[in-house]
């Protein structure tokens, strides 16, 4: 396609890009930290095996081709450096460039109002300490979907520091796990009943050494409007449903984040069916792939949150996802080289989507826990936090790890409609 056809779609997108954000940008963002304490080489820390997922923003064909474009993963530079893993702080002022080395057609980056799209090109991201989101753009004919590769170095000018090595990001706009229809759900081999339903009903029994309550089956009634009753009760596409649920009480000795503030839970309940729940746990203490077991196999997984009222905690929400299974055709969970990541567009396990286990040395773990829609059941909101909040994942092995963010009061948004907090 030419040049200037892209530009024009470039133009017409840009026009809409504030009101139709990409639901699939969830990534985390780039890190920029050099190779030495004062100097070296610019490093760019961030997992290049996640693929960017590029959606369609226009949602219809100009000139034979449609866009689609993302504005995750952005680039931060953290004022705190991780020796052990030889990532250091770039002095602040230091003027940071993006500079592409090799792309594939249709790919470009937008930085502010300059798009580069050609070797060689260049844009400035800004200076230490900086944070900004670009545009991942990706013009493709109609109905083409795939990867593509878009390959840069970061630069600088500064003489204490040298250009980064060459990395390789990989867009996509292929729907790896496309939305079906309520008929195209791969069928249980066992039949089980939904993690939870609005009655509160426990539907798991406690084991004889952690008394635990079904999934999503919180102790307190869910703030849904009247007329906004959660009573879906969807079979999961999970070959079998253990049982497995929320201890009533905290674990102890979970790990936690080497930098709290980093970590958040966010929940939403906007009615009619519009419940939304993100757990983000990031720069973990060091966790082994071991810790995670096998959840593609024979290990079930839960992300519980407990209140406290006057220091006395109290389960209110539960929520798990079974080990192995098939979602819309497709395994839902997959091994990856640091960890395991489980996906679900259907959203039928208690409304979970997405659950990312990555494996690595202390600020470099990390664990995403997600899940929207009609099958999601969310306690009261905003949470009672006296003096805290506690979120944990947990899973169902003998002596298995678990991993938890402490949630201060106050927290940063506290509405009956949404709740957001970070670590502590």
């Not at 973990?284 to 071991?290: C, F, I």
Request: net charge negative.
């Amino acid at each position: 396609m030419l040049r200037a056809d892209r530009y024009l779609v470039a133009t017409v997108a840009t026009l809409l890009c504030w009101y139709a954000q990409p639901a699939a940008a969830q990534h985390e963002d780039l890190s920029i930290y050099s190779s030495q304490a004062g100097g070296g080489q610019l490093v760019a820390d961030y997992d290049f095996g996640e693929k960017i997922a590029v959606s369609d923003r226009l949602g219809f064909p100009v000139g034979g081709d449609r866009y689609y474009a993302s504005a995750n993963p952005g680039y931060g530079s953290p004022s705190g450096s991780i020796p052990g893993e030889s990532l250091f702080a770039v002095a602040s002022g230091t003027s940071i460039s993006f500079e592409i080395v090799a792309l594939d057609a249709g790919v470009s980056v937008k930085w502010g109002s300059t798009v580069i799209d050609a070797p060689g090109e260049s844009a400035t991201i800004g200076t230490v300490d900086l944070h900004v989101h670009p545009e991942y753009q990706l013009v493709a004919p109609d109905g083409v979907t795939g990867d593509y590769n878009l390959s840069f170095r970061l630069t600088t000018s500064a003489p204490a520091y040298a250009d980064s090595p060459v990395y390789t990001f990989v867009l996509t706009n292929a729907d790896e796990d496309p939305t079906v229809t309520p008929t195209d759900t791969a069928p249980a081999t066992a039949t089980a009943t939904a993690t939870a339903t609005s009655t509160g009903t426990a539907t798991a029994p406690a084991t004889p050494t952690d008394t635990a309550i079904a999934a999503a089956t919180p102790t307190e009634t869910p703030a849904v409007p009247p007329t906004d009753t959660a009573t879906a009760t969807p079979t999961p596409t999970a070959t079998e449903m253990v049982e497995f649920g929320c201890p009533l009480l905290p674990r102890d000795g979970c790990l936690t984040s080497v930098q709290p503030t980093r970590s958040l839970l966010l929940m939403k309940n906007l009615g009619g069916g519009r419940r939304k729940m993100v757990i983000k746990w990031l720069k973990g203490e060091a966790t082994d792939l071991a810790d995670f077991a096998e959840p593609d196999v024979s290990t079930s997984y839960a992300a519980c949150i407990y209140s406290e009222d006057g220091g006395s905690p109290s389960l209110v929400m539960g929520s798990v996802v079974a080990p192995g299974g098939s979602c819309n055709g497709r395994p839902c969970w997959k091994q990856t080289r640091s960890g395991y990541v489980f996906r679900d567009r259907s959203a039928a396990q208690g409304g979970v989507k997405t659950v990312k286990l990555r494996a690595g040395d202390a600020g470099r773990a990390k664990l995403i826990f997600k899940a929207l829609g009609d099958a999601l059941v969310l306690p009261a909101l905003p949470l009672v936090q006296s003096p805290r909040a506690l979120v944990q994942i947990i899973n169902d092995e003998v002596d298995g790890r678990c991993w938890e963010i402490s949630l201060p009061a106050p927290p940063v948004t506290a509405t009956t409609q949404k709740f957001k907090d970070k670590g502590e």
